[in-house]
């Protein structure tokens, strides 16, 4: 009978009483207002509902279901009656048609104040596409200099440089042997009589166009 007593306590305090309340929702990861705001629309408003009534998990799973976000965790303390919500942005590399790149390829809606990444040109979607997922995969400390990238087809792609290669273009063609067309395209501008070129070709690495 004590049991009982017991168990039917915890219950009422658990799912009907107001102490086990969720009476602050706390963001980690994001601080940008509108950020915030989209991820509480998909929420809801969860200050004020019964902590045993959060389940974790399936709020993580809403949450990453915005293009924008990484990854998602959604977890409740009992002892600060609070949520947190903690979020990883996607971090945008290049931007097409409207909308970023990350890293891993992944395309995903621009929201929070616009990003100082490269333009990727292509004349449809599927071809923009292309270009997005070859410039995801250039290493770092030579995509950084890129300031925009076009494509005429799925096999043609060119970049137009900044930094330190400002005003130099790159006929990159297809998508093959990245790391060698790379390591030609440095090669060539560290010579001394390539200083003032205004376009390289490695579409054919093993013989490339200087002009």
């Not at 629309?41 to 969860?46: P, R």
């Not at 389940?55 to 949450?63: C, F, M």
């Not at 903690?86 to 909308?99: E, K, M, N, Q, Y």
């Amino acid at each position: 009978m004590v049991t009982l007593l017991i168990i039917s306590a915890l219950t009422f305090l658990l799912g009907w009483s107001s102490v086990f309340t969720v009476k602050k929702v706390e963001y980690i990861g994001i601080k940008d207002r509108l950020q915030i705001s989209a991820v509480e629309k998909k929420v809801g408003n969860l200050v004020g509902v019964k902590l045993a009534r959060i389940e974790p998990r399936q709020l993580t799973n809403t949450i990453e279901t915005l293009s924008w976000i990484a990854h998602g965790d959604v977890s409740r303390n009992w002892f600060s009656s609070s949520v947190t919500i903690s979020v990883t942005p996607r971090l945008p590399i290049g931007a097409v048609g409207g909308r970023y790149i990350d890293s891993t390829g992944a395309i995903f809606d621009p929201l929070g104040p616009p990003a100082d990444v490269p333009q990727l040109n292509a004349p449809t979607p599927a071809i923009g596409l292309s270009a997005a997922k070859l410039f995801a995969t250039l290493p770092q400390d030579f995509r950084k200099d890129i300031a925009s990238m076009s494509a005429r087809n799925s096999d043609d792609f060119t970049m137009t440089f900044g930094g330190q290669f400002q005003g130099l273009t790159l006929r990159f063609g297809n998508a093959d042997e990245i790391d060698l067309k790379i390591k030609v395209f440095k090669a060539l501008v560290a010579l001394e009589e390539n200083k003032k070129v205004s376009m390289i070709d490695v579409s054919a690495p093993h013989a490339p166009i200087v002009k």
